[in-house]
């Protein structure tokens, strides 16, 4: 959903622009993708060597209830159509 509501973000700004410069289009000429906040999972020292010893048995990661704010935003270049 985030990565929608970004490119529909994007595209309504490259609109704007085109219809100030009075273009007639747009097109998409190099596009980004960026997240901030997207939980990355962590492992303890512990679990990590534990998980290294060949004689460990399966490690079993740890899981805290929580949230996290996660974001994205699409920059990019647009070339406006002026004929």
Do not use: C, H, W
Request: aromatic content about 6%.
């Amino acid at each position: 959903a985030l990565l929608k509501d970004a490119v529909n973000a994007f595209k309504a700004r490259a609109q704007l622009a085109t219809e100030a410069l009075g273009g007639k289009g747009y097109k998409i000429v190099n596009l980004n993708f960026n997240t901030n906040g997207y939980p990355q999972p962590y492992m303890r020292p512990q679990m990590m060597m534990k998980g290294a010893s060949m004689d460990a048995e399966s490690v079993t990661p740890d899981v805290e209830a929580g949230t996290s704010k996660v974001t994205m935003t699409a920059d990019g270049v647009v070339e406006v159509l002026l004929q």
